[in-house]
């Protein structure tokens, strides 16, 4: 597509990217199937599928910390996560790769519910951590960091640094939590976010870990064999 004065529009970057498909379709899939359930079902998938501080912490429910970021029990947040799942979630996973996305995904989702089922276990509100606003959030703050001094039109209105729309993003959902008390689900996004800032500086880095951690095994089944025939031969007679 071309633009005035000679300009070309990638119209690739329109596209959106494979793992961000994945979890687009995860998550609209489950939520559909919730919204155009009966009462009673609802009541039913809510109580096998979201993660609140009694059914993980109390009854055990642990899968609940994996299903519950894919279902969206509010319709108009299903809606916009769409939209950054399309808009800005295809940009980090060019930079990262599909793979690398979805365990950032799985990272600081797992980070929101466990922070906020943990602050609801403490303030003993049974308030469910849901959807992929966590993941979505801590995707702002790894745009914040990869794309600090890139231009970028917020909604295609005001432009701003990829770090300004970090920063703003941060001011806006603290406002958010303090005005409506929203501690349960302020833990839970700013769990997620801390999770992103480590894993997208690289201070945090499980992957690495566990290539050292395989290191060291494979090192501790090495040992030291008699590798000399005797004789009174010189030169070195130990190898491994």
């Given at each position: 597509?071309?633009?005035?004065?000679?300009?070309?529009?990638?119209?690739?970057?329109?596209?959106?990217?494979?793992?961000?498909?994945?979890?687009?379709?995860?998550?609209?899939?489950?939520?559909?199937v919730f919204h155009l359930s009966s009462a009673a079902s609802r009541i039913r998938i809510m109580d096998f599928a979201t993660a609140t501080p009694t059914q993980v912490w109390r009854e055990g429910k642990v899968w609940?910390?994996?299903?519950?970021?894919?279902?969206?029990?509010e319709f108009v947040s299903l809606l916009f996560n769409g939209l950054l799942l399309w808009m800005l979630v295809p940009t980090i996973e060019r930079w990262w790769g599909t793979r690398r996305l979805l365990m950032f995904?799985?990272?600081?989702?797992?980070?929101?519910?466990?922070?906020?089922?943990?602050?609801?276990?403490?303030?003993?509100?049974?308030?469910?951590?849901?959807?992929?606003?966590?993941?979505?959030?801590?995707?702002?703050?790894?745009?914040?960091?990869?794309?600090?001094?890139?231009?970028?039109?917020?909604?295609?209105?005001?432009?701003?640094?990829?770090?300004?729309?970090?920063?703003?993003?941060?001011?806006?959902?603290?406002?958010?939590?303090?005005?409506?008390?929203?501690?349960?689900?302020?833990?839970?996004?700013?769990?997620?976010?801390?999770?992103?800032?480590?894993?997208?500086?690289?201070?945090?880095?499980?992957?690495?870990?566990?290539?050292?951690?395989?290191?060291?095994?494979?090192?501790?089944?090495?040992?030291?064999?008699?590798?000399?025939?005797?004789?009174?031969?010189?030169?070195?007679?130990?190898?491994?």
């Amino acid at each position: 597509m071309s633009l005035k004065g000679g300009r070309h529009f990638d119209t690739s970057q329109l596209k959106i990217t494979r793992g961000a498909l994945y979890l687009l379709f995860a998550e609209i899939g489950l939520s559909l199937v919730f919204h155009l359930s009966s009462a009673a079902s609802r009541i039913r998938i809510m109580d096998f599928a979201t993660a609140t501080p009694t059914q993980v912490w109390r009854e055990g429910k642990v899968w609940t910390l994996v299903t519950s970021p894919i279902l969206q029990v509010e319709f108009v947040s299903l809606l916009f996560n769409g939209l950054l799942l399309w808009m800005l979630v295809p940009t980090i996973e060019r930079w990262w790769g599909t793979r690398r996305l979805l365990m950032f995904a799985l990272w600081t989702s797992l980070a929101g519910s466990i922070a906020g089922t943990l602050v609801g276990l403490a303030t003993g509100h049974e308030v469910p951590i849901a959807g992929l606003d966590p993941f979505l959030y801590g995707i702002i703050i790894a745009f914040g960091v990869l794309y600090a001094r890139h231009p970028v039109q917020f909604f295609g209105v005001l432009p701003m640094t990829g770090r300004q729309l970090m920063f703003g993003i941060i001011g806006f959902v603290t406002l958010f939590v303090l005005i409506g008390a929203e501690w349960e689900q302020g833990a839970g996004f700013a769990g997620a976010m801390l999770v992103a800032w480590l894993l997208s500086t690289g201070r945090w880095n499980p992957r690495l870990w566990l290539l050292k951690w395989r290191q060291r095994r494979a090192r501790s089944h090495l040992s030291v064999v008699d590798g000399g025939k005797g004789g009174g031969r010189s030169g070195p007679k130990w190898v491994n």
